[in-house]
């Protein structure tokens, strides 16, 4: 199971860090996805870490402004985001991969399994 909270309302140029809590499996042989998804659009890439968290890709869109880390020892998965934009409004959803790859697709059927999202809002 995985659980996504942190969301929240913030104005442009701020900041929030995004956790996951995860359960029901060994979190730490799997590496893991965020992925967003704003209103009327499809899923986007985002952020993804290998197992170990020493492995990290972004997308453009956020390269230098969002931060993806884990902690293996808590099962938890986290994005930090700053320097945040309207553009960033989404529902954000932690994704675990069929292994310890990570592939940057948008894809569900590219992941394992998809928890429960938290809304970004970003606007003044």
């Known amino acids: 199971q995985l659980q996504a909270f942190g969301g929240g309302l913030v104005q442009p140029g701020e900041s929030l860090r995004l956790s996951c809590a995860a359960s029901?499996?060994?979190?730490?042989?799997?590496?893991m996805t965020w992925i967003r998804q704003a209103p009327g659009k499809g899923p986007e890439w985002v952020s993804s870490?290998?197992?170990?968290?020493?492995?990290?890709s972004h997308a453009a869109s956020v390269l230098g402004r969002f931060t993806i880390s884990r902690d293996n020892a808590m099962s938890a998965l986290y994005l930090q985001m700053n320097d945040l934009k309207p553009e960033d409004t989404a529902v954000y959803y932690c994704?675990?991969?069929?292994?310890?790859?990570?592939?940057?697709?948008?894809?569900?059927?590219?992941?394992?399994?998809w928890g429960q999202g938290t809304l970004v809002t970003v606007s003044s």
């Open positions: 870490i290998n197992t170990g968290g020493g492995l990290t």
């Open positions: 029901g499996f060994t979190f730490g042989d799997y590496a």
């Open positions: 994704v675990k991969s069929f292994g310890k790859y990570y592939s940057r697709s948008s894809l569900r059927e590219d992941y394992d399994y």
